[in-house]
């Protein structure tokens, strides 16, 4: 415990009101701190009460704990001993109350003296008359409690924002999911990294490598659980030379009571287990961690659906000859979807970028608007749910007519008859040098690996950088790879994989053609520069 003395006075905050004490003011932590303004004591639990004796009438205590250990059994029986006229002490802790022992402990010991203990999630009623607990309670002391979660950061949880960002390598992996994403981060010193496309933040203790990927839900592994329900992806983390202590792991919950219905998945050997955070922040689960394997959010479902923080992905079908419609592919999905294991599963489709993110309500029908009226959505509505994979289908389809560059999306609320994501300007032919080339231009860089092919056979020299790129982005079978790599000279070599483009479409070529452009730009520049209809 902790007392911080205050220049401008001070007050112990009760249940129901703040008493003045001079120069004082009390919160309960587990450990010394230090703070800008602020001057933290070691205190204990006699200079607590002498504190409160100051008081007159004490009737109601409310506390706020960073977690609860078995040193707050003695003091909890010492406070209701000592004070006649106290007849209820409510205790918040960051973490839940756990393990149950030393609740039941202290639970027995108050009810021999005429008290009832009562749990809640992350709250403690304690009560002199055995009166019903309430959620309507425990709510008032969530309420009462807004404006001291800021005190959390004394607890020696570390925010999920200041942690290093760092963008991952993809690497192949010869498993079964080939499609799936895998990642890499080799850390180069102990502290917290964040991944630009997961938004994971690890704690390392030192240096190390860390390897993870998703992978697919069972539904059977929740069953069981109750109301249990996934709430993120699930993520399989390995750490190779090195030690990682602890997780944040992205939540898109906004309401509190959700939040406080957060939990992790922890799945070994075809078992789960269920660990409970030791902090939850706006954006983040924090949990400890011993041994690594399978970890995913999961909540449970006993309140009624409510907004989470969500996002609209956009995507541009390839354009063909024949074509005259632009297809827009339109994702609603949950905030903590990586945005990279959508795109990794439409590598043939355009990302376009936009200002994606929103609030939406589980069970709930949306409708997609577009303009102009002539272009056409299917399905006419549709309901939103947190899905967490494995496959992420669009959610709608818009047909446009291949001479409009540009759209209006926005996305309306069915039941309340409101816009929850207001309209966005979409462009169908404009890009940047940052983004994802558009739709348009497949067709362009198509024709380009046709009209090249010669050139491209004596001049490519990065042809097996090019085929392993393909081959981890499953665009080339194994037994033309192995072909490729066989292959005694290089133009040999780049004759097999161009031969392996034809039958694999116009979206092979474009992948291609992208590779190409990242191994050797100059080339590409110089074919491109000497015939500009291709521009």
């Not at 129901?16 to 004591?41: A, D, F, W």
């Not at 149950?100 to 008290?115: A, M």
């Not at 090249?452 to 990065?462: A, F, Q």
């Amino acid at each position: 415990m902790w007392v911080s003395k205050h220049s401008h006075g001070s007050q112990l905050k009760t249940s129901n009101c703040l008493v003045s004490l001079p120069n004082i003011i009390i919160s309960v932590q587990q450990k010394k701190e230090t703070h800008t303004g602020l001057e933290q004591l070691e205190v204990d639990e006699l200079f607590l009460l002498d504190v409160l004796q100051s008081v007159s009438g004490l009737k109601k205590v409310h506390m706020q704990t960073d977690r609860w250990t078995v040193r707050w059994n003695p003091i909890i029986l010492s406070l209701v001993q000592a004070f006649p006229s106290l007849n209820e002490l409510r205790i918040n802790a960051t973490v839940s109350f756990n393990p149950l022992k030393i609740i039941q402990s202290l639970r027995e010991s108050l009810t021999r003296t005429g008290w009832t203990l009562t749990v809640w999630r992350k709250s403690v009623l304690i009560e002199r008359d055995r009166k019903s607990f309430r959620v309507s309670q425990l709510r008032t002391i969530k309420t009462e409690n807004i404006e001291s979660k800021r005190a959390e950061s004394f607890s020696g949880q570390s925010s999920s924002d200041d942690a290093e960002v760092f963008t991952p390598d993809h690497v192949q992996e010869d498993d079964e999911d080939k499609h799936k994403n895998s990642y890499r981060f080799v850390c180069p010193h102990a502290g917290h990294f964040q991944c630009t496309l997961t938004n994971i933040v690890f704690v390392m203790e030192g240096e190390g490598e860390v390897r993870y990927k998703t992978v697919s839900w069972d539904p059977r592994l929740l069953d069981g659980l109750g109301q249990m329900k996934s709430a993120g992806p699930l993520y399989n983390i390995d750490c190779f030379h090195g030690s990682i202590s602890r997780l944040h792991l992205p939540h898109c919950e906004i309401s509190e009571e959700n939040k406080d219905g957060l939990a992790v998945a922890h799945l070994t050997g075809g078992n789960i287990a269920i660990m409970q955070p030791l902090q939850v922040t706006e954006t983040h689960v924090m949990i400890d961690i011993r041994d690594l394997s399978i970890f995913g959010l999961i909540k449970r479902m006993i309140f009624p659906p409510s907004p989470v923080a969500a996002q609209v992905l956009v995507f541009l079908r390839p354009i063909t000859l024949r074509q005259r419609e632009n297809i827009l592919d339109v994702h609603l999905l949950p905030l903590n979807v990586p945005l990279s294991e959508v795109k990794d599963q439409h590598t043939e489709n355009t990302h376009i970028k936009t200002s994606s993110k929103c609030s939406l309500t589980p069970a709930t029908e949306y409708s997609l608007c577009c303009q102009p009226e002539e272009s056409t959505v299917q399905p006419e509505t549709e309901m939103f749910e947190c899905h967490f994979g494995p496959n992420y289908h669009p959610t709608f389809e818009v047909f446009v007519n291949v001479n409009i560059e540009e759209v209006k999306l926005s996305l309306l609320d069915k039941t309340e008859g409101k816009e929850v994501w207001l309209p966005r300007r979409i462009p169908l032919t404009a890009s940047d040098k940052d983004s994802d080339p558009p739709a348009h231009k497949r067709l362009t860089e198509s024709v380009f690996v046709k009209k090249h092919r010669d050139k491209l056979i004596k001049r490519v020299s990065s042809v097996m950088a090019i085929a392993d790129g393909l081959r981890t982005n499953d665009m080339i079978p194994d037994e033309m790879y192995s072909k490729v790599r066989a292959a005694k000279t290089r133009q040999e070599k780049t004759r097999l994989l161009l031969d392996a483009l034809d039958s694999g479409g116009a979206s092979v070529k474009t992948e291609f053609y992208r590779l190409l452009k990242d191994e050797e730009p100059y080339l590409v520049d110089e074919l491109e520069s000497g015939h500009s209809g291709l521009q």
